[in-house]
């Protein structure tokens, strides 16, 4: 289930971060994206059975939806979200790590010179054994805070040791974050074929309607 932020009057379809989700996702997943507008585009999917949530564009979480998508991870559910063009750091508690308020953009207060290619995927994650793609580069992300755990629960990281995808297991299920959006604004992930294996493996971790791998 894929569920956008974006407004449905300016939305541009082939440029938005849902457009280039669902077109990774296509080729092994069922996917169904919320309808615009709907009352409460979560409960229309969970009542689906959806057992992957994937969230572009999307701010902070609360209140109800909040309860109910803590719910459906710890039920086995896999949340992926992205970074927000709106929201760049959402501060809910459905994050696997603490995220700064600030994004680092190439050029920006705090900023790199050059965008930053990929460096590794965690043997620990379920990236591993993934080929590190030359072609991926970023130009703008959002941080995580430094903690002790923050170095296991990045599965994907840059060049400069900072984090591209983080995640952790919550209960049966899984919370996910890529650090930038999902359309090309902020890197050029979502236009490689690294993008639709780091999603294939991410949905193949849910426990919901069927066995988790």
Partial sequence: GVISGESPDTAQPLLSPSYFVMRALGPFADVREAPRGAADPYVRLLEDGVGVLVLTDVGTLSGATLNRLREFVENGGVLIRFASRRVAAPTDTLMPVRLRRNERVMGGALSWDTPKKLAMFSATGPFDGMRVPADVTVSQQILAEPDATLSDKTWAALED???????????????????????????SLPLSLAFVETLRRLTGLSAIGGEAL
């Fill in 161 to 187: 040791g900072t984090p591209l995808i983080t995640g952790e297991r919550r209960g049966k299920g899984v919370v996910a974050l890529f650090h930038v959006t999902a359309d090309s604004g902020w890197s």
